[in-house]
């Protein structure tokens, strides 16, 4: 008969705390720069000169590109001699109006044709300044696609400027996460964490500043937008990255890490 032996230990006994604490959540975010837009010709013409490397820092009102602008010019030549016939005609009609030679509706339509052909002018004028390509906001230019020579028509897209000085990141949330999140206080929204696609911490916090306003109907998620500076230009419009959210818990049960083990990696 074969006697079952029992063994009898020490082990140490240890009571769980109730407190307040709080766990970190990542959420996969997408950065996309404050400020990120399409350089496009307003002109068909050749692409005369570019002014500006790939990867370069540009001020606002910088000249990126020149379009051959000879037709141009020759348009506002043209517009601006026609004008000036036009303002004589209007004078000739205006003096004999006051003599009451013509009748006031002559001068009417004298005024009317020396008004449209002044827009005439303006337009002409406007099209001689699209030649010149220049930057809306200071940003760094991203690949130029068109070389010099190239014939290009009106709004082919030249390069993209981003202004990275700051940098939006986007993340969506569930339901649930969005209405705990919503009845956090304000003292719980605080600083938040990005980690870069490399697993290191962004060394600057940002803050969730705005929630879009409608759920995704096919995922049930809300996208978030959090702002991080970027002084030193580190993040590029379309990188990736995690938000990592530290989430509160109050009146939580905490069990000593050593008092649990696993069993088949559970």
Do not use: C
Not at 68 to 74: I, L, Q, V
């Amino acid at each position: 008969k074969n006697e079952e032996k029992s063994e009898t230990g020490k082990y140490t006994i240890t009571s769980p705390l109730v407190i307040d604490t709080f766990f970190t959540k990542d959420y996969v975010a997408q950065i996309q720069s404050i400020q990120n837009v399409e350089i496009r010709a307003q002109v068909k013409g050749y692409l005369e000169s570019i002014h500006a490397d790939e990867g370069q820092f540009v001020k606002e009102g910088y000249t990126l590109f020149n379009i051959m602008p000879k037709m141009y010019e020759a348009e506002v030549q043209k517009a601006e001699a026609e004008t000036k016939t036009v303002e004589l005609e209007w004078q000739n009609t205006k003096t004999l109006a006051e003599k009451n030679i013509v009748s006031s509706t002559e001068l009417a339509i004298a005024q009317a044709k020396l008004d449209k052909q002044r827009a005439e002018l303006a337009e002409a004028q406007l099209e001689l300044a699209f030649t010149k390509i220049k930057a809306p906001f200071d940003g760094t230019i991203d690949r130029i696609k068109l070389k010099k020579g190239s014939l290009i028509d009106e709004g082919a897209i030249l390069t993209t400027l981003s202004n990275n000085k700051e940098v939006y990141a986007y993340f969506n949330v569930t339901e649930v996460e969005y209405l705990d999140y919503k009845n956090r206080k304000s003292d719980d929204k605080q600083n938040i964490t990005l980690m870069l696609a490399n697993g290191q911490e962004y060394k600057y916090k940002g803050k969730i500043e705005t929630i879009e306003s409608e759920f995704d109907n096919n995922t049930g998620n809300i996208a978030f937008r959090a702002r991080f500076p970027n002084t030193e230009l580190l993040l590029k419009h379309g990188e990736t990255g995690k938000v990592r959210l530290s989430v509160p818990l109050k009146n939580a049960l905490i069990i000593p890490q050593k008092a649990t083990f696993e069993i088949q990696d559970k």
